[in-house]
């Protein structure tokens, strides 16, 4: 069913497919963003809970979907290089790239000029943008079943994530809640040009897949271990944050089995 009504959409181009998946995954979260207008007040634990289930989703789609099919298609080695790239490169970004955790201050080069809103959007494109590019590179590499997986499972981790967001940036002064949900909304646009970017990559240079996927899967466990999981045990409530961990687990290898 689902992969009928995306093929009538995007039809059989692989880089539209990718596009779409761009524009779904961001759709999502905004969906979640939009809760905090009417969901002003949600409690920490729930929150925990939320990201969670992200961090539980987004760790078991980087096996199901990107490392595992990787090495089926390429092999151990370029995978297991993609993975350390990826990793690298988000780490080199959160090193470099001045941005803003609303728990942990400022991060990244030194900077007067950007003023803290802009440093909190940019630490959430960083965030974000694994996401978006393990979205393309899915559809890139052809395998609608794994890419329609991939993209259904980021999808639902964006919602409590980009409810996250906006709370965060709410709770942080950062304007009205029109503006906190609008800058939830902002961190995941990201995602839909990345998204191309991915699939089209894969298109052009198809020898790079495993790698690219590969990559992807590393960049999205790095932002699971160094930004999701601390955030979530940072007030020490561990135990509901790990629980939405298993939630999240849960939730992908059904989507997995059920979608493959």
Known sequence: MIETWFIGIAGDS??????????????LNMVGALLVIVWRDPSQKLLNA?????AGVMLTASFTSLILPGIEYGGLWPVTCGIALGAIVLMA?????????IDKGR??????SIKAVWLFIIAITIHNMP?????GVGFGSGNLKEALTLMLAIGIQNIPE???????????????LRYASFAGIRSGLVEIPLALIGAWAIQIANPILPYAMGFAAGAMLYVISNEIIPETHR????????????M?????????VSLG
Do not use: N
């Not at 692989?14 to 759709?27: C, K, P, R």
């Not at 939320?50 to 992200?54: D, N, S, Y």
């Open 50 to 54: 939320g990201l969670g289930l992200a």
């Open 131 to 135: 996401e978006g590019l393990a979205v």
């Open 93 to 101: 970004a959160d090193l470099w790239i001045p941005h803003l955790h």
């Open 162 to 176: 980009g409810f996250a967001v906006s709370i965060s940036a709410k709770k942080a002064g950062m304007g009205s």
């Open 248 to 256: 999240g687990v849960l939730i992908m290898l059904v989507l997995d």
């Open 235 to 246: 007030v020490g409530q561990s135990r509901i944050a790990t629980i939405g961990t298993m």
């Open 107 to 112: 991060e990244g080069g030194e900077t007067r």
């Open 14 to 27: 692989l880089i539209l497919q990718g596009l779409l998946g761009g524009i779904v995954i961001a759709a």
